[in-house]
């Protein structure tokens, strides 16, 4: 009997979507979707790219990933990336920010689609869920917008009492027809050209994701939103604020005008760009 329950547990694969922090959590996991990363990825890439602040390619670490599980059936080793959005169903030709990170476990012999699918069902399904109850006279056309805006706030912020402010920036930035001027953004738009020291040349230089230079959202989400960055997204703060900088703390300054931005730069960040 006891043979048969270690045998039993033995069969059992557990692929875990975790999230990671930038303290190092996360070893002992084969596979991993982190929130705020490009993705998923393996755990110690996925780690190493995050404490260097380098972007990796997205769907190509879910599947490394996944082939390297060998209790997972593999469906999409051989399948183009395109090949993949379009089995799994994908209504945008970028999967960016498309798969829920959260935990799931699996039998031996789940297909690596199957994964994917499950996490692309997820995070629709909570997607879905915030956009009705979203608040009024949002500058947000649609629930993919909203999924753009939640994947900024992800990455701009990990503190919990902020993610409401840092969208109601967004949100009061987009309404009076300015640039978001966000550096995650570049980053994302830099892709492995990025080093992990973002500079003033950096944010001249146009691509589709540089919100220095475009107005409006970039083309596709810059990372894999939580729930909270959801929520946020379409639930922002009564706030008039329009401006932001790191206070070197993990935690922001908000300001309502220019002149009290570049006073809150010139406090927290003396060699700062702007």
Known sequence: MANAKRNRLRSLVIVAIVLLLLAGLGAGFNFVYERGL???GLCERAQRAASEGRNEDALALAREALASEPGI?????????ADV??????EHPSPEGWFFPDTYNFSHGTSD???????????KSHLAA???KRAQNLPLASPYEALILASIIEKETGKPDERRLIASVFVNRLRAGMRLQTDPTVIYGLGEAFDGNLRKADLLADTAWNTYTRQGLPPTPIAMPGLASLA???GPADSDALYFVAKGDGSHQFSRSLGEHD???????KSGRR
């Open 130 to 132: 915030q956009w009705e």
């Open 263 to 269: 006073r809150a730069v010139t406090k927290y960040q």
């Open 232 to 234: 946020a997204a379409l």
């Open 38 to 40: 490009k993705r998923e």
């Open 73 to 81: 059936h593999q469906e999409i080793r051989e399948l183009a990336d």
């Open 85 to 90: 959005a379009q089995r799994l169903g994908l």
């Open 113 to 123: 689609l199957r994964i994917l699918r499950r996490a692309h069902e997820l995070m």
